[in-house]
């Protein structure tokens, strides 16, 4: 993984230290709130519904095993004794008190951490697909490029105070989109042309929030050597023609649909003419020293275990541990495993100080002291070796970290809600635990099959509810909590934004509510190998409706 040069480590540790002062002023009152506020957000220190939140990046999601335990330090001495890791591979703090935020940031610096631009409206932490470098689908491993435009982005003079905030995401897998590039304001694939050559597809203009929008691609290959100088006039556009009187029509999936892909693209190309073979132009030479840093580890020569044994054994919670929470290792002979943060009666994403160490034990035992944060609120052991299996998922076991529910109903996302947010408009975590404590059956979640919840408490949607297959979004219906119901959302290649099936359910309802669209997907699947998704788009949502509605 990328290691900080000199210049790297020096910054964060002077915007500690100058964030340190920020806040003894603040303290001593001779800098008021408003004046504070974009100081903060600059530091990734949120003001939440009870307290602050510091949110700390964690670049393409990717942490050691000596970060994980740091992380695990911070949330005991600062904190309240836990993290909660986000849909951007990132971590945050919920309870850190004012004083001890320049602390704080001095225990990530000493480990090549910080919290810069992980808020305000800047470029933020660029995400990449939870599999990426072991991946067997993958072409090419998409974190280096991700290190050179978190490297390019960082400070840039032009783009810290954009129009609103700016997200972008990778993935090298052609044909199985894991990171969501569609709903991000760029997002870049990693593609072959038809004359061999390497290069990216880049797309523009996706988002959820009050107004979600599919990405379009903005030009289908740009060679490696203009990465850089095609986003950077990507951002130069949006930075000039962005709205900044509306902040609700800020961000840039507003300016592409008002402008349309084809008129945006030309404003694109022409700024592009100017830059293009300037300093931005990549030398080969500096790309490959950042690639030699993610260079896989040296693998034993293995051959494939027989899984099946394994699934067919007399340990019924280790199949279903295997039967969904392993992906394939581009290495023979190993897997990468996916941890579930989403066990009954826990928060999803929340993990405890003693489990971030346990985490990094078991990440130096079984994966090569590594760890990755998966868009999905979970954690992935990348580098597994297929006979230590059994062993893994013991040690995961003892520390409620052996949940099989990956791509099950119960692997929900969910946003903190009216429990910490200000902006929000109902609770989304009880939510989520009622629907896990309900549906809490290996077989039924396994008759099932794949199907994805994403809950937001509101408009927001950073639970991502308009491309979960079932969506609920938290209303607020004349001071009373309420949440509306979505089907048929989804975030990788088939792209789809879910649709409202009808009036809101009260807090009372809405479990009952998801209950009967499962009853009617079971009852109209065309066979038990139809994904949920699958279904809906084919009867569409009038059964579902009639089902919830009735007569109403």
Known sequence: MYKYNANDQQIVEERAKQFRGQVERRLQGSVLEDEFKPLRLQNGLYMQLHAYMLRVAVPYG????????????????????????????????????????????????????HAIQTSGNCIRNTTADHLAGVARDEI????????????????????????????????????????????????????????????????????????????????????????LSYIEAILRVYN?????????????????????????????????????????????????????????????????????????????????????????????????????????????????????????????TYSNGRVVVTHGQNLVLPEVRQKDLAALHKALGEWDL??????????????????????????????????????????????LGEISLKISGCINACGHHHVGNIGILGIDKLGVEAYQLLLGGSPGNDASIGEIIGRAFGASEIVNAVQTVLDVYLAQRSSADERFVGTYRRIGKTPFKDALYGDN
């Open 140 to 227: 090419e491993d998409p974190r280096p490029y991700c290190e050179l435009i978190r490297q390019w982005s960082t400070f840039h003079p032009e783009f810290v105070f954009l129009p609103r905030k700016f997200k972008i995401a990778m993935t090298g897998a052609p044909a199985h989109d894991r990171a969501a590039i569609r709903f991000h304001d760029i997002g870049v694939r990693i593609v072959d042309n038809d004359r061999g050559q390497r290069g990216f597809e880049v797309w523009v203009g996706g988002g959820l929030g009050r107004t979600p929008h599919i990405a379009k691609v903005c030009r289908g290959f740009v060679e490696y050597e203009h990465l």
């Open 402 to 447: 052996a949940t099989p529910n990956i791509g099950q109903l119960t692997d929900s996302i969910c946003c903190p809600g009216l429990d910490f947010c200000n902006l929000a408009n109902a609770r989304s975590i009880p939510v989520a635990m009622e629907i896990a404590e309900r549906f809490d059956r290996v077989d039924f979640l396994e008759d």
């Open 62 to 113: 990717l942490l050691s095993s000596e970060q994980l335990r740091r992380l695990g330090h911070i949330a005991r001495t600062y904190d309240r004794g836990y993290a909660h890791f986000t849909t951007r591979q990132n971590v945050q703090y919920n309870w850190p008190e004012l004083a001890d935020v320049p602390k704080i940031l001095d225990e990530l610096a000493a480990v090549q951490m």
């Open 240 to 364: 000039r023609r962005g709205r900044r009187d509306n902040k609700y029509k800020a961000r840039i999936k507003i300016l592409v649909n008002e402008l349309g892909i084809d008129a945006f693209r030309a404003l694109v190309d022409a700024e592009w003419e100017e830059i293009k073979d300037s300093t931005l132009k990549l030398e080969r030479s500096a790309i490959e020293q950042i690639v030699a840093q993610f260079a896989p580890p040296t693998y034993e020569t293995l051959v494939d275990e027989n899984l099946a044994k394994l699934i067919l054994g007399k340990d019924r919670e280790l199949a279903s541990f295997v039967r969904n929470n392993l992906r394939p290792h581009k290495a023979p002979g190993y897997i990468a495993v996916i941890v579930s943060l989403k066990p009954v009666g826990r928060p999803p994403g929340d993990v405890s100080d003693t489990q971030l160490d346990a985490i990094a034990d078991i990440a130096d």
